[in-house]
């Protein structure tokens, strides 16, 4: 239907009205044009086909339905923290049951800078303990009653099972745990070999031991003293890291002695009576295990670490350094502390925290070389902690400066440490 038209100003020209909107009205003159906009009330589907533009009718379009959907259930494999056999809590007669029958599927990756290679021609395939049937499992069992493990040790498996032996914030709190693990199946392994063999195959047999415990050791001290020590090390604590590797060394082979003292005098100290179970005394695994358990899983309970200037922190300190350490870098790298509550009252939670420290070293029996070393480093931690609080004020500070309106509701100001200070002096004298 026809409405009506409406006459454009003949100073546009041939534009559009928008282009005519930029063009300001005393722009040079130009032919002028009397143009009509045509205005018709009608279906958008006729104005369309006159246009000469498709699209489809509503009677086309279809909506479309959301897929159904299972929700999965959690798979508890997946969600299973997988630890390194140094960090696991026990190694019973059915986990060397599995760790024997696993062996049967293990084969050689060699890595190279482009990639890797699968020694064996056959697809590897992942196997876990729910894949094994009950009746290959006890069929295997079986084969091990009669035949046992044989005589070589399998060196392979020994150096696997020390695999990431070394020591990082994530397991320090295992520190010890693995120290005990490494040094009792240093010792099996060597009152094997002085057992079963004689003359140059005994004396071969040590020092591939001698090798791959040195390695183990040195792994452990190593990266103890790269991220403990290096963390007192950077709270100022000079000669933190070598102190601690060297008494790394020291606890590690003093743990080994002990456990061989043990052995020496129960030399019956797993008794297995059974026929059947006769394979167990060569899993040096399951040995060590029941070393540990019967020893004692802290300092073999029998013997107690000497320390001397070489080496001056025992077993209870390098624990208590340890857990210490990842909790002070732990609020360093995340401070929990909101920037909006008082600097005083910053201070005064500091000094709490640093009365907590005198009392959990006090209750730990640790050394007063340690205690002291911890006392001084707490000031630079304060620091450091400050330090982190001042770049979420950043932060702030480049989001004030995009946003110049918000600038009077967040904090742009840094941590007045002065009243940190003086807050933490006072809470402290008070103590």
């Known amino acids: 239907m026809f409405v009506g038209q409406i006459l454009a100003a003949s100073y546009m020209g ?10 300001p009205p005393f722009a040079p003159a130009q ?3 009397t143009r ?37 259930a959690p798979d508890s494999r997946l969600q299973a923290e997988l630890l390194p056999p140094s960090e696991q809590a026990s190694y019973t007669e059915e986990d060397a049951l599995y760790n ?42 079986s084969e091990l009653a009669e035949n046992g493990l044989g005589d070589e040790i399998d060196w392979r498996g020994v150096e696997s099972d020390l695999w990431r032996i070394g020591i990082d914030f994530d397991n320090v709190q295992r520190f010890e745990q693995k120290a005990d693990y490494l040094a009792s199946r240093y010792a099996v392994l060597k009152d094997r070999i002085q057992t ?31 991220k403990i020590g290096g963390f007192f090390e950077d709270l100022g604590q000079s000669g933190a890291a070598e102190d601690m590797r060297n008494s790394v060394l020291a606890l590690v082979d003093q743990k080994a002695d ?22 167990l005394k060569q899993d040096d695994a399951y040995m060590a295990a029941q070393l540990r358990q019967r020893a004692g899983t802290s300092s073999t309970e029998t013997q107690t670490q000497s320390v001397n200037e070489r080496a001056p922190y025992d077993g ?29 009252a910053l201070g005064q939670h500091l000094a709490e925290q640093y009365g907590a420290l005198k009392t959990s070293a006090g209750s730990a029996g640790i050394s007063e070389k340690l205690s002291n070393m911890l006392t001084s480093a707490f000031h630079p931690f304060m620091d450091r902690l400050m330090d982190s609080l001042d770049a979420l004020i950043d932060s702030n500070r480049g989001w004030a400066a995009e946003k110049p309106w ?26």
């Open 14 to 23: 041939g534009a559009g009205v928008s282009a005519a909107r930029a063009k």
């Open 31 to 33: 032919t002028a044009v």
């Open 36 to 72: 009509y906009d045509r205005v018709e009330i009608g279906t958008r589907a006729q104005a369309n086909t006159r246009s000469g533009i498709y699209q489809p009718s509503s009677g086309q379009m279809r909506v479309l339905e959301t897929p159904a959907y299972t929700e999965a």
């Open 100 to 141: 024997q029958y696993m062996k049967q599927f293990r084969v050689d990756i060699y890595l190279y800078g482009d990639g890797s290679e699968n020694s064996s021609s056959e697809p590897l395939k992942l196997i876990t303990k729910d894949d094994i049937s009950k009746e290959d499992l006890e069929k295997f069992r």
């Open 196 to 226: 079963q063999f004689t003359g140059d195959k005994q004396e071969a047999e040590l020092q591939k031991l001698d090798q791959i415990y040195t390695e183990a050791k040195e792994e452990m001290a190593n990266t103890y003293a790269e």
């Open 258 to 279: 002990a456990y061989m003292d043990y052995i020496e005098k129960n030399g019956d100290y797993v008794s297995i009576t059974d026929s059947d179970k006769q394979w």
């Open 316 to 344: 209870k300190d390098l624990a208590f350094a340890g857990v210490y350490a990842k909790t002070l870098s732990r609020q360093m790298e995340n401070p929990k502390w909101s920037v909006y509550d008082s600097d005083a």
């Open 406 to 431: 918000m600038s009077g509701t967040i904090r742009t100001s840094y941590m007045d440490r002065e009243s940190v200070y003086r807050s933490f002096q006072n809470a402290i004298s008070k103590a």
